[in-house]
């Protein structure tokens, strides 16, 4: 009994501790070198818009 305590306390434990250790944050995104940012910018491109007027 004591043997099957010990591995289901050290398998939530590992759960527990796990799960928010593998959705840890690297880093902020970066461009590749030599490009600019593609963001912020605005939806939809302006280039793109077109305006219908009546």
Known sequence: MDDTRRRLTLTLAALALGGPIACGKRGDPRPPEGQP??????????SKTK???E
């Open 37 to 46: 940012a593609p963001h912020p910018r605005t939806y939809p491109a302006p």
């Open 51 to 53: 305006v219908l007027q």
